[in-house]
């Protein structure tokens, strides 16, 4: 959907007041069904998206179309394929992992995907336009599995790549408060307060935590890839000032 048809749509609700409020407000509403069931997806990622709820973590990060958005620490697109969709052909989506991905580089010659921009590189030096131009920038369910020694000068430029008001989202398995990065190897888990402390100390201010992820009978003693879906996750929206 493209910007241009959004600004007509909505200066048409404008003009014909008498339109339906919800007809005014589709607009502008992603087609999220299309896109999770679109079969370019693989049944393994369709088969995930009951316990990753991607249709409700986009809304509460308000991905609409024609957005410049990351995906860091990308891995096979799970989530590159979907905001690419999301942000349509006037928007852009940079896709990041550490190293390579054959299966993310091959993915971009499905069709809709010629909006991804694959960068491929070291965290630290994370190659994201640094002039401030992005919406938003989301690690999601890795941010445990990035160095500690890496993490600060990530969001340093991840801050940079951000326009002022543009969120950063992260989403991870959780830890036992006052966990930090301890179990990041063994358990696959991230302290959430770190998290909260990493990204404040560069500039972002916490402005909302997403529940829709939330499993409180969580015990958060075991390991998350021994144990596949069963983790209580923490989903937090930064904002720049």
């Avoid at 999220?32 to 009951?50: C, H, M």
């Avoid at 990065?181 to 696959?188: G, I, P, W, Y």
């Amino acid at each position: 959907m493209s910007k241009r048809w959004i600004a007509r749509a909505k200066l048409i609700c404008l003009v014909f007041a008498a339109l339906p409020v919800a007809a005014c407000a589709a607009a502008s509403t992603p087609n999220y069904q299309a896109i999770l069931t679109n079969t370019n997806r693989p049944e393994a990622e369709r088969a995930i998206d009951d316990v990753r709820k991607p249709q409700e973590v986009m809304a509460f990060y308000e991905v609409k179309p024609g957005q410049k958005v990351a995906d860091i620490f990308a891995s096979r697109g799970y989530y590159t394929a979907i905001l690419a969709q999301l942000v349509g052909p006037d928007g852009v989506v940079y896709s990041a992992n550490p190293a390579p991905r054959q299966e993310l580089h091959d993915r971009l010659k499905q069709p809709g995907m010629g909006n991804v921009r694959v960068l491929d590189g070291p965290f630290d030096k994370l190659a994201l336009p640094q002039d401030g131009s992005l919406d938003l920038v989301l690690p999601h369910l890795d941010y445990h599995e990035i160095g500690a020694n890496v993490r600060g000068a990530m969001n340093q430029r991840i801050f940079a790549a951000l326009k002022r008001g543009g969120s950063y989202g992260v989403v991870d398995h959780s830890a036992k408060e006052g966990a930090g990065d301890s179990e990041a190897k063994t358990l696959h888990r991230m302290d959430k307060l770190l998290v909260i402390k990493e990204a404040t100390a560069v500039g972002f201010r916490l402005a909302e935590e997403g529940k829709m992820l939330s499993r409180p009978e969580d015990t958060r003693d075991f390991s998350v890839v021994k144990i596949r879906d069963k983790s209580d996750r923490f989903v937090l929206k930064f904002v720049k000032p």
